[in-house]
């Protein structure tokens, strides 16, 4: 497996601080920051493989980065992490150019299938 | 007083109660203009007039005049004396022989106020509801114009009563349904936000305990502990996916859809359940085919929940009987499943459709209050029959809707 360069986008460093040490264990690098805007930020510097993107965040929504990032070249590999597990939230994330979807809680191993999908995808 | 003016007052009382009962803003204004304008036209010393309370099963006193407090205070008269001798409800029964009238429940307290006759006319229609008793210093005579007048108030009196009565159970029945959704709607409302606040949390224990388990010896008590922590966590995703899916705004996405295809859907992803369980189900579909519109994944769920109550209800061996009947002539689809188990008790179906109310030891409490929801965004009826020991049923109505119109804006 090609290791692979993650951002975390959360609010909730307990949620960050798992995402680091799960998919740090499997090989991948993450990184992590707390506001929709450090985090566009950061996407704007850095090239990263997959994005995991919380769609409730303090400053911006969650849908407005990915509105963002996706007019970004090339777009990295979003996946959309929520609380608010409907349907019609995943539909539309997936319009807005997200390629996968999480919904809150879930497990190590639903974490590591989802991103490194994108190894197979790319 | 000579006739001609007796009968002019007599009608004055008439008028009087007539009056008060078309104008109404209270009972009580109706009940004592009753006592005082009767009671004054037979030249009575008083009257009273009691109302049989259903609920507690006893006549109480509603309205007085010319009686004396002591009188007044007396206990509460024996409802089943004052019943077994109303087998006339028609009658006025004069009492003349104070000391010796069964129906005199105080002949010594009667004796001291100064009473020496009394007239009773039963209030009723079809069946008791109060008593009018007027009360004489004299033993005197009753012309036939008399009886007549004082059963034409009674009669006046009793619809004014029952009349009340009828609006007043109207008046708690809807204000009780009322409060009930409102409940609903702002525990749905309170789930929602609970629910998503508490994600969060649970992706951290999630995350960690799964993780961890992985790390732990194998078959220790540690893997153990940290599986059932995984367990239970992924048990509350279940949960507030159903708190959420509650809370949500159901329109139906409507579609002609035949019910009886809907059932043996629905029969099916519970078939297997029920064939562990060695119940059987009994069907009794309609042969005719009229398609309607209903959503049929939200339709689907509905039945689902009471198949998997009915499956819960009975004992091995159960049987549990569906029903479908499209009744035509009233533009109606009846659904009825009803099973032969324990039954509900009925306190428990006060609740029954109340988010979070389960009997259930692993329930959530939010099948019925979702089917409930569902039914209703069709402008269905849901109603249920129980008896504990015998069994439940479930009905179910939805009316046949013309076109897709209602309800389309979910689509």
Not at chain 2, 47 to 56: F, H, P, Q, Y
Not at chain 2, 108 to 136: C, K, N, S
Not at chain 2, 383 to 404: A, Y
Request: hydrophobic letters at 40%; a negative charge; one cysteine or more.
């Amino acid at each position: 497996m090609k290791s692979l360069k993650v951002l975390v986008i959360d609010d909730e460093s307990v949620i960050c601080g798992a995402c680091d040490l799960v998919l740090t264990e499997k090989g991948h690098t993450v990184d992590y920051c707390k506001t929709g805007k450090t985090g566009l930020i950061a996407i704007e510097r850095g090239t990263y493989d997959v994005i995991l993107l919380d769609m409730k965040l303090p400053d911006i929504d969650g849908m407005e980065v990915l509105k963002s990032v996706r007019e970004k070249m090339p777009a990295p590999y979003m996946i959309v992490m929520t609380g608010y597990s409907t349907m019609s939230n995943a539909v539309q994330a997936m319009k807005l150019g997200a390629a996968d979807y999480l919904s809150k809680p879930f497990t190590d191993d639903e974490l590591i299938e989802a991103v490194e999908k994108a190894c197979a995808q790319q | 007083m000579t006739s001609s003016t007796k009968f002019e007052s007599y009608f004055h009382v008439l008028r009087d109660v007539i009056r008060a009962m078309h104008s109404i803003t209270n009972l009580q204004e109706v009940l004592d203009i009753v006592v005082t304008k009767t009671s004054g036209a037979l030249d009575a010393k008083g009257a009273l007039l009691r109302i049989l309370n259903k609920e507690t099963n006893q006549f109480e006193v509603r309205a007085a005049c010319g009686l004396g407090e002591r009188y007044l205070a007396k206990g509460p008269v024996t409802t089943e004396t004052v019943l077994s001798t109303l087998s006339e409800l028609d009658k006025v029964y004069i009492i003349t022989d104070i000391w010796n009238a069964p129906r005199v429940e105080y002949p010594q307290a009667t004796w001291d106020e100064g009473v020496r006759m009394m007239v009773d006319m039963p209030l009723a229609i079809d069946e008791p509801i109060g008593l009018i008793r007027i009360y004489f210093t004299e033993q005197r005579e009753f012309s036939d114009d008399e009886v007549d007048f004082i059963k034409t108030v009674a009669m006046h009196c009793a619809c004014v009563i029952e009349r009340v009565q009828i609006m007043e159970s109207q008046q708690s029945k809807f204000s009780h349904l009322a409060a009930q959704m409102d409940k609903l709607s702002s525990l749905g409302r309170m789930a929602a936000g609970i629910a998503h606040e508490i994600n969060n949390p649970l992706a951290g224990i999630l995350l960690y305990s799964s993780n961890l388990s992985k790390k732990v010896p194998p078959g220790g008590l540690l893997e153990e502990g940290l599986k059932i922590i995984v367990k239970e966590t992924q048990r509350c995703k279940t949960i507030i996916q159903g708190l959420l899916e509650f809370a949500r705004d159901r329109k139906p996405q409507r579609a002609l859809v035949n019910i009886n295809d809907i059932m043996e859907s629905a029969l099916g992803i519970v078939e297997n359940e029920f064939h562990l369980r060695h119940v059987r189900v009994k069907k009794q579909l309609d042969k005719v085919v009229e398609k309607v519109y209903l959503d049929e994944n939200q339709v689907e769920q509905v039945f689902i929940n009471i198949l998997l109550n009915a499956l819960q209800a009975v004992e091995d061996k159960g049987i549990v009987t569906v029903q479908t009947v499209v009744d035509l002539e009233h533009k109606k689809i009846h659904i009825e499943i009803s099973d032969n188990g324990c039954g509900i008790s009925p306190d428990d179906m006060k609740r029954i459709f109340e988010p979070f109310f389960s009997t259930k030891a692993n329930g959530t409490g939010l099948g019925l209050a979702v089917s409930y929801g569902i039914v209703e965004n069709h402008h269905g009826d849901i109603h249920l029959f129980s008896e504990p020991g015998k069994g439940t049923r479930f009905i179910i109505e939805f009316p046949f809707l013309v076109d897709n119109s209602i309800g389309k804006g979910g689509a």
